[in-house]
């Protein structure tokens, strides 16, 4: 069974940073696309960034670029996203999720999701 388990979120000022893990576990196949996705209220599910193929080609959606970076760890099954000089618009619940190998970094995409870790950012 697919469990994917997000942590590291909270409260935080803008300019600030925070640090989400995603542990990842129960896959059967070795290979497959991750990434993490946000949500804001009123507002549909978006990707942030995403490993999308086998040379481990990133995707940064166009208002993270330069402040986010995602990585992974494959001993620990662990996929990061780091978020840096955040801002109010930032706050979401942000969720992390895989899909079959290749996905597009979009939502309808992707088969399988955490929980979702909430990041609020406040002035």
């Known amino acids: 069974q697919v469990q994917l388990v997000e942590s590291g979120g909270g409260l935080v000022q803008p300019g600030g940073s925070l640090r989400l893990s995603c542990a990842a576990s129960g896959f059967t196949k070795d290979f497959y696309s991750i990434g993490w996705f946000r949500q804001a209220p009123g507002k549909e599910r978006e990707g942030v960034s995403c490993f999308k193929g086998s040379d481990l080609t990133t995707y940064y959606a166009d208002s993270v670029k330069g402040r986010f970076t995602i990585s992974r760890d494959n001993a620990k099954n662990t996929v990061y996203l780091q978020m840096i000089n955040l801002k109010p618009e930032d706050t979401a619940v942000y969720f992390c999720?895989?899909?079959?190998?290749?996905?597009?970094?979009?939502?309808?995409?992707?088969?399988?999701w955490g929980q979702g870790t909430q990041v609020t950012v406040f002035s």
């Open positions: 999720a895989a899909g079959p190998w290749g996905s597009e970094c979009h939502p309808i995409s992707y088969d399988y």
